[in-house]
Each structure stands twice: as C-alpha cells, then as structure tokens.
C-alpha cells in the first residue's frame, strides 16, 4: 500500500513538473516574440552620424533595463542625404520586416524612391535630418519629423541681423543633396529679412566635401568673390562640420576673420560646439550662433551624459570631445518614441496601428516635448545665442518666437515686451577682431574707396523758397553758408547711419531740371532741395520718399490773438467809418425832425425830449429788421436804467415799443413825402451795413 501511494506521488509530481515547463515554454514564446526590430540610417563619417549612433544604442540598452522591452537595432552606415541611403532604407523595410525605421531620410527622399520603384511604405520613418525638407501627411508615405522647423531658426537669425541694423547680408550654404536643391532655406532667409527691411546681396552654395577633389582650392575661390561683394554679414545657414572647419580656416587665412566682418552660424554648426577641437574655435573668433536650448540639470540627462562619453571614448578615441549635443538627443528620444508605441501596440491594443500610436506620443524627452501634429514636432524651441571668445563660447542670451530677445527665459514666461532689440538685451559681442564695437556691416573700401571720395551733393543756388535751402556767401571771410529745410533733413538722415558718410555739398547755379540732368550724368552723386517730383524728372534718377506736400498754400504773419478785447466788434470798420455812419444817422434823424415836427404828435415836447426823439428815431432804424423778442430786450433794458436813474424814460421815448407798424420803426406814418424821401437812401445805407 504504502509503495502505491508512493507510485502515485511521483506520478503527481511529473505531472506537475510538465504543466509548469509547457507553462514556461509558452511564456518564453512569447517573450521572444515580443521584440520590436529598428532600423536606423546614419553617417557615421560625420560628428552628427556618430552622436545618432551612439545614442541609439544607449536607447535600446536603457529601453530594455527599465521596461523589458527588447529591441534589435540594425544599422546602415550610408552617407547622408544620399539616394543610396533612401534606396537601403527602404529595402530594410521590404526585406527585414522591420517595424519602424530612424536616420537621415527625408520626405523627400523616400517620396522619390517609393515613386521610382513604384512601392507603397507601410512601415512609419522618423527623419532626424535638420533641413528644408517638408513634409506632407500621407499614410502611403509615413515620413514623421523629429527636428524643429528651420523656419524659427531662420527667424531668429533675422531678428539679429535686425536687430544691430545691417543693411545687407550674404547667405552660405552647404548644397547636400546629389538630386534636389536647398533653395527653399535661401527663400526662406530671404522672406524673413524683407520683413525686417534688410536685403540678401548674394547666396553661395557650396558643395558637399566628397564630391570636391581639391576643397581648400574651391573654397577660397568662392570666398574670393564673396570678398568683392560690399555686404560683410556673412551667414552660415547650413553646413557639415567638416566644411565649417575649412571654410573658417580658409576666411582666417584670407584676413576675413578681422575688425569689420561678421559671421553668424545657424544651429546645424553652434549645436555641435561643446565637440569641436580647440583649432577650430581658433579659426571661428567672434563668430556669432544660435543653438537649440534644452534642459541639462535634470538626473536623466546627467545619466545619459555619463554613458554618451564613456561609449563614445571606447568607439571614437580619435575625437577628444565626447559631449553629446541636440543631435544625439534627439535620436536617442526617437528610438524611445518608437518603443513606447510598440510595446503599447503589442499589449492587445490593435484597435491603432504603430504610426498611429508614434503619433499620439506625449512625453518629454531630453530633447523636449514630444508630441507630434500633422507628422511633425510640436514643441516650438527656444534658441540661445552664443558668441565664440577664447576657447569656448560665451553666452548672450535667449531669443524665443514668443518672447524675442531675452536674457532669462524663466523671468519672461509671465510676460514681455518683445519690441526690445538685441543689441538691448544681448550682453555685449565680440566681433572678429575683438572689439565690441558694432560693425558697419558693408566694405567702407568698396563704398567710398578708401574714404579717399567725398559724395557731391547739389543744391539749388537760387531756391524758389529760402526756407527749403539757403545759399549766402561771406566775402569776409570768404566762407559760403548752405542751410534751410531741406539740408537740416539730409543732415539728420546721414548721422542715422551706422558708418561715417563724406560728402561736399555744392551750390548749383542752374535750373532744377538742368540740376537733375547733372544727377544722372554723374557729375553729382545726389541733389538736395525743394525739387519737385515730375514724370520726366523721375525717369533719368531715382527720388526718395517726399517728406513735404506739394500743393498751392497761403503764408500768412502770425499775430497775437485779441478775441478777449472787449471792444473786438469795433474792429468791423475803421474808426473813420463809425463816426460817418454816426454823423449820417443823427443828420437824418434830425432832417426828419425839421420836416415832422410840426405835424408829428412824437416829436412834439421840450428841447430835450424832441432831441431824444430825434436820437431813437436813428436807432430805431438800425433795429427796423430785428425780431420782436430783441425790441422787448431793449425795452426792458430801458427799464432798468430807469429804475436805477430814479426817473421814467416814457416822457423821452414812445409809449409803445410794440408798435412794429408805428412812425418809430417801419416809416411808413410820415406825414410828409419829403421824409420818406429823406428815409430811403438811409435804408439803403442801413440794408448794406447790416448785411455786411
């Protein structure tokens, strides 16, 4: 019995062992088959393609050490930008069965070869290329962009060419494609300035390093022309650091790194700073950037900072500088974008397919936010500008789409005004040659020649108008004094610039339209003067804006304002006239009087009161036209001096005010013919003073 019992524990046991070992079987399937295969496409020639590596690879060992999650990492080591590097890439894909693809594929790129082979990706490529390279949502053709738009690169380095006031710049650019052209970044450059009124005199396209058979050669040629331009703005847009390194060696020797130059680099070049040689900083002296800012105090990135130099010493001995930069943050963010979408696809979320999950990413990264829209980064950076002194670079401040020019990124997230300049809140610039001074911006040889020539500026000897321009000769001293208007405007408009402009000012003694025939001719460089803009003036030489309406206008002296005098109602007539008018008024009251007397109960009376008749009666006349309110008004101011003379006016005066149709007002109760003859020309002196 017991030996039975015995029998069927260890049948018991084998049972058991064999449901935990299938158990175990099948979760180890399913382990191995949850491993997510990348594939990445750098250039491992360059600084930029070895940083994407080694980050890469620091990706997928932190990916599985934290979540688990094993991936497998294949590696195309092509030339970037290359046709070649689109055509493997996309043979992974189709060959590999590979889930997502990381590198320096464009849009571009992959539209091209998908259309050449006439294939459709289904599998998502994350482009780490920094570029013009636009990218157009299709689900036929996921290419999704983990770099910023350049767009804000190139707005910030045209708020500081606006900012010091250079008038022109020259743009230089590595062409790095063997079948499409980098002219969208100069248009791009180009737009940008217009807005802030600056001009793009000229753009150099270099080409790429491996297709040159002598690059010193080529090099200064090119720089040899651009010597002969007037602009001295030089702007970098994009470059390899390679051909950065050359192009600033070869400037230095060709003395295109001293006073009165500058050089401003975009962020393909001043990312890459903390990793170029100290020959190179050498050869870049005053040389003013832009980088892409992003946090470096947090634990994560100290971290990875330790594991970039420590795996990048053991893989590239040859480079001294192991410090990571923009560029291996970003492949290192999309290697876990990439990652995070897997394993949530593959934890029985098939509702979404892995470019959908890569699009709905939202974490943030050593690089910044990551979240896309449209197949594109949403987070706007911030740039640091930087300006190479010594050694090493020194730190200006911060510039941002939203808040410009700054120099504390933290203080402003409140609020800012963002009409402040650079040259306000940047701390100061070393320029080439290490003054601190602004530099001009244009060859003073090429505009003036050495200074040796002074501009002739004419103006008219014989103005129409003295106060637009005044020519007065001292024989005394012998000494000929140009001013007016118009020279106190051109004055102001010289000392605005930022250089100092020699000119002559020369009395012309001519007409105007011989003056501007003598313009075009040369034998003056400009004209200054009350010159009126017409159609055959404007043909031959070219008129600045008018800063004075042209047109008939009446000059008149200015005399002091005597409205607050009392007696201002006298100033109607001269004092002559006044006393005609009161010697005719009393002369025909007292005709009248001579006439009507004898009849007229109203002029009947005493001395006194058939004199003041006769003087109402003149009065009256004046008042013949006014309204009945105005006779009230001045019946009733008779009535007050009344009261206050103590005596009754009535007896001096008619009774009846009122009585519009009476002898007093209207005439027309005369009892002699020769007083309505004696009233008429009296009314027509009356009609023509009132009307007056």
Not at 380 to 397: A, H
Not at 533 to 554: C, H, K, N, W
Request: charged residues 20%; contains cysteine.
């Amino acid at each position: 019995m017991t030996g039975f019992l015995v029998f069927l524990y260890s049948i018991l046991l084998l049972s058991i062992t064999f449901i935990l070992s299938n158990s175990s079987g099948q979760l180890n399937d399913e382990d191995t088959e949850f491993i997510s295969i990348i594939g990445a496409v750098v250039d491992c020639s360059t600084r930029v393609g070895r940083e994407e590596k080694i980050a890469m690879d620091i990706a997928v060992q932190d990916i599985y050490r934290l979540t688990g999650h094993n991936l497998a990492l294949h590696v195309l080591d092509l030339p970037e930008n290359s046709a070649r590097a689109a055509f493997a890439a996309i043979d992974l894909i189709q060959n590999q069965k590979l889930e997502a693809i990381v590198g320096s594929i464009t849009w571009h790129q992959a539209a091209l070869v998908a259309e050449m082979v006439n294939i459709t990706i289904e599998r998502p490529i994350i482009s780490l290329t920094t570029g013009l390279s636009q990218i157009v949502p299709d689900k036929e053709l996921p290419v999704i962009s983990m770099y910023q738009d350049i767009s804000l690169q190139i707005e910030c380095i045209a708020s500081i060419i606006a900012s010091f006031k250079w008038p022109k710049v020259i743009a230089i650019y590595e062409d790095r494609y063997s079948y499409t052209s980098d002219l969208g970044i100069i248009t791009l450059l180009s737009a940008s300035l217009q807005d802030s009124g600056v001009q793009l005199e000229h753009y150099s396209a270099f080409p790429t390093l491996s297709s040159l058979l002598d690059p010193n050669t080529t090099i200064q040629n090119e720089l040899n022309k651009l010597k002969g331009k007037q602009s001295r703005v030089f702007i970098l847009l994009q470059s390899s650091l390679t051909l950065a390194s050359l192009l600033f060696e070869n400037a230095k020797k060709m003395r295109m790194m001293r006073r009165g130059y500058v050089w401003i680099a975009a962020a393909s070049i001043t990312g890459l700073l903390d990793s170029v040689n100290s020959s190179m900083m050498t050869s870049m002296q005053g040389v003013l950037g832009c980088k892409a800012c992003y946090l470096d105090t947090n634990a994560s990135f100290k971290d990875f900072e330790v594991k970039f130099e420590r795996k990048f010493r053991a893989e590239y001995p040859e480079d001294r500088n192991s410090q990571p930069s923009i560029f291996a943050l970003r492949a290192y963010d999309a290697i876990w974008t990439v990652a995070k979408s897997s394993k949530m696809l593959h934890e029985k979320n098939y509702s979404k397919t892995l470019l959908q999950h890569i699009l709905s990413s939202d974490f943030e990264g050593l690089s910044g936010r990551i979240h896309f829209t449209n197949y594109k980064l949403t987070y706007v950076p911030n740039f640091q500008i930087v300006n190479i002194v010594g050694k090493s670079y020194r730190e200006l401040g911060f510039w941002s789409p939203e808040f410009g020019f700054t120099d504390n990124l933290v203080k402003n997230n409140s609020g800012k005004d963002k009409s402040q300049s650079g040259e306000e809140v940047l701390n100061p610039v070393y320029w080439p040659g290490g003054k601190i001074s602004v530099p001009t911006g244009l060859s003073e040889s090429n505009l003036l020649e050495d200074r040796g020539k002074q501009l002739r500026i004419a103006v008219p000897a014989k103005s129409m108008f003295k106060q637009f321009v005044r020519v007065s000769h001292d024989e005394i001293p012998n000494i000929t004094y140009i001013t007016g208007f118009s020279v106190g405007v051109f004055e102001a408009a010289v000392k605005c610039l930022r250089y100092a402009l020699m000119y002559e000012i020369v009395p012309f003694h001519g007409s105007y339209d011989d003056m501007v025939m003598k313009v075009s001719q040369k034998a003056f460089d400009a004209a200054v003067g009350d010159i009126v803009i017409t159609a055959s003036r404007d043909q031959p030489i070219e008129f600045s804006q008018p800063y004075v309406e042209s047109g008939l206008v009446m000059l008149v002296t200015m005399k002091s304002d005597k409205s607050h005098h009392r007696w201002w109602f006298l100033k109607v007539y001269t004092k002559e006239m006044w006393f005609l008018m009161a010697a005719m008024t009393v002369f025909t009251g007292f005709a009248i009087w001579v006439v009507e007397h004898e009849t007229e109960r109203g002029f009947n009376g005493s001395s006194i009161t058939q004199i003041g008749s006769i003087l109402w009666y003149s009065v009256s006349i004046l008042l013949h036209k006014v309204n009945r309110g105005t006779v009230n008004l001045i019946y009733e101011i008779l009535s007050l001096c009344s009261l206050v003379l103590g005596r009754s006016l009535d007896k001096y005066v008619f009774a009846n005010p009122l009585k519009v149709n009476g002898l007093w007002f209207a005439g027309e109760s005369f009892k002699s013919p020769w007083s309505r003859f004696l009233s008429v020309p009296w009314f027509f002196l009356v009609l023509i003073v009132t009307s007056s």
